[in-house]
């Protein structure tokens, strides 16, 4: 079985200053990681993903997010954020065989001026 | 734009209908997950479609059911509704890679009165 946890609800933060979000998983195989963001009356759009090779993935937007194998960690990063960026985030494990994905509850990142 | 479509974007109706939510998923994608969302209960998946077979189920109520037809979009029908139905109902699509990230729809967003 898979899980994943993201570690903080809510995350305010000041225009312009850095961001981390944070996301832990369970599992005992290796996995596919993703984040996801979620802008008010949208769905769901791939921020990035992590399915093997460097530990350091870029996504859209100036998103970041570095896989830790020996943390089960894949935390979400922003050197300097701007109020467009306030949304809510998801982490999402996929497993090897059955594809099947598992989302974490979710992150609203508010972004204040 | 994801490519995947979801209509209707918005359904009021009262307790003890029956309602069809529809999916038309990205071009050349074969698989199809439904999932509701909901403040209480989070991003929960309901079932999966590839290729007009039930791939994987999930947290489905067997007041509902869904299907994907020969052209590959697919329905969702929730019946004698109850008020705790209400929820963002999303449909996503993926590759065929076991890694293929999901591609997410802008959701009907139901209400039950």
């Known amino acids: 079985a898979q899980s994943v946890t993201q570690l903080d609800s809510q995350v305010p933060v000041f225009e312009e200053a850095p961001v981390e979000l944070r996301c832990n998983y369970s599992s005992s195989v290796s996995v596919y990681l993703f984040w996801y963001v979620q802008y008010p009356n949208q769905g769901l759009q791939l921020l990035l993903k992590?399915?093997?090779?460097?530990?350091l993935v870029k996504g859209i937007n100036g998103f970041e997010a570095e896989f830790n194998k020996s943390q089960t960690s894949f935390h979400l990063r922003k050197p300097s954020v701007h109020i467009s960026d306030t949304a809510e985030y998801f982490c999402?494990?996929?497993?090897?065989?059955?594809?099947?994905?598992?989302f974490g509850d979710g992150t609203t990142l508010t972004v204040k001026p | 734009d994801s490519g995947v479509t979801q209509t209707p974007k918005h359904l009021i109706t009262a307790t003890g209908q029956r309602v069809t939510l529809r999916c038309s998923p990205r071009s050349g994608d074969l698989s199809v997950y439904w999932y509701q969302q909901s403040l209480d209960q989070g991003l929960q998946f309901l079932i999966q479609y590839y290729n007009g077979e039930e791939r994987a189920k999930g947290n489905i109520l067997e007041r509902f059911s869904a299907q994907q037809f020969p052209d590959l979009h697919s329905e969702l029908n929730l019946s004698s509704l109850e008020l705790g139905d209400s929820a963002l109902y999303f449909c996503a699509s993926s590759g065929d890679r076991v890694n293929s990230p999901l591609h997410f729809g802008n959701g009907t967003r139901l209400t039950v009165t």
């Open positions: 992590y399915l093997s090779g460097s530990t």
């Open positions: 999402a494990v996929k497993g090897p065989v059955t594809g099947k994905s598992t």
